[in-house]
């Protein structure tokens, strides 16, 4: 389900797109009619203009000037002094230095990112009467490019051309609009959502996109190493750092994330099997899935052709972990159900409503005090385990029953083909006209310390034969215990320790019956992604007298198993 994405590939492609239209242009002549100069390069260029002091200084402060002197292409668009004052290049080359001084890395630095980055891009794009681009910033960000224009502010002097790139100077220096992953960071009350998110953050290094200097001992030596970001979480909520998407995120407060943390904490409860050799990791495993949780179903893609268009959104919210209808059986076990969706999110009682917005670079970040989303929404789901799928069978008394379960599917012109569970069943077979047959079912991915109500759902033997003979229609009476495992992981095959759910559940001749065999039903250890921690025991309970009397047989046949959880307030 993780993804990863290298988001600044899709820039290079843009770029290079951008470059050769350029390339191509009948203004190709008209940008370099004047101010062309071969000789140089871009660092010595603002050097030597007493107007770009102040730019000239916090670009020479993080480094920068080395790459501005190298061979590498770029575009600059530096702020005049008019605008831009010592004051705030020295509040800026203070932030930097600061930052450095408690170890924050230049790639995350909020100097290079938001001020030097967001006034450099790769490559050299000059400017025509006509020309309208869109292009990319060293930072990821989008700048439109007029004659006139970069972005919002005035270009007063532009297609400055020099041996490594082209020189603008601008009125102003560039506003920063922080992407939803920044803004996470931003906004005041987010420390912790935003602190998980970025703990998954890693940087990869990327020579397409670094200045290359001298090669010393048969080896590159870069001026500036470009890492491009690579998280796993963003994988599988969204790629909320993507410039060239639109996203909305529904963020918690600090004071909800608190108060939900603890909570699901006591959800993924590992027993000492998972991860045995370093219980850290296990640990680990509770304390990134309690998390995780919380954020499921917390970002909704907004980009063009997406199911979000702005009259559907209004009505329903689909997050980026909804499925869509035709794919709902396969990851839910029934296609009714519906997780991470959200109904008219902007009423008074919806997800949105009351949330603090703030506009980013790629779309809206919602901060929300009033949490209106529910596990149950998201990531608490009914489990549905097919009685026909062997795969969810452990394993059978060998010595009384019939292995493997008989399988029927329904035909679609029987009665009861829209009435049983997938269309298929099991039978459970005794392999001794005296044997009570038993069957043990896996219990997977439960969650702990959660109540659940268990439900077995048996179907008549018409179902799968309308000619079935009076005997075979015959109802039965069936037992179900619920084995647990222990702290060590194991699950005991000692039946004293099984907990008895109920053991005299009778059938109902030609019927299709829904038993509730257990409520509120709590188990000890999460399951989740490892293996199963409980199994369903079932056996029919029919004694040989009630057999010769013709009052039931020992067939069962199970249609299903149905665990729904209850989140409790």
Known sequence: MIMKRNIYKKIVLVLTAVVALASCTDD?????????????????????????????????????????ASSQMFT??????????KESADKLIEAYNNEKSHGVRDKDNSTLKEFVQNHIALYNYSTGTSAHDSIVMLNGKYKLLTASKFGDDDITKGNQVYGNGVLYTVARPAGYVPNILEGLKKVEGLDSVANFVYSFNRYEF??????????????????????????????????????????WMLAPTNEVWNKLVPKYEKYFKYNNSVYSSDPRLRDSLTWVNARWAIITGTVFNRSVNTVNSDVSFQDSAFSTDARKPQKRELYYGDARERYCIYDKPFAADGVFNGASQHTCSNGVLLSQANWRIKARETFMWNYYLEGEKSVNVDSVDYEKTVYPLEVTKVSTDNPFYNKIHNHAYSTLLPSGTSNDPMVYFNLPNLLSDVPYDIYVITAPAIAGDELA???????????????????????????????????????????????????????????????????LIIDTNVRNSQIREGLYNRYLHIDAIILKPHEEE
């Open 206 to 247: 990327d020579p397409s996109k670094s200045v290359a200097g001298d090669i010393i001992d048969g080896k590159t030596v870069y001026l500036d190493s470009v890492s491009t970001l690579q998280n796993t979480l963003l994988g599988a909520i969204g790629y909320i750092n993507a410039e060239d998407s639109t996203y």
């Open 469 to 535: 003979s009076d005997m075979q229609r015959l109802p039965t009476v069936f037992r179900v215990r619920l084995a647990q495992c222990d702290k060590s992981g194991k699950i005991s095959s000692n039946s004293r320790s099984w907990t008895t759910l109920g053991s005299k559940f009778t059938t109902t001749a030609d019927q299709v019956d829904t038993f509730l065999v257990a409520k509120d039903f709590k188990f000890n250890y999460c399951g989740y992604n490892q293996k199963p921690t409980a199994q």
């Open 76 to 85: 600059v668009f530096a702020p005049t002094n008019d605008n831009f004052t």
């Open 28 to 68: 190709w002549d008209d940008h370099y009619h004047a101010n062309v100069s071969a000789d140089g390069n871009l660092w010595e260029a603002i050097e030597a203009n007493p107007d770009l002091s102040n730019f000239a200084s916090v670009v020479k402060t993080v480094g920068y000037d080395r790459a501005l």
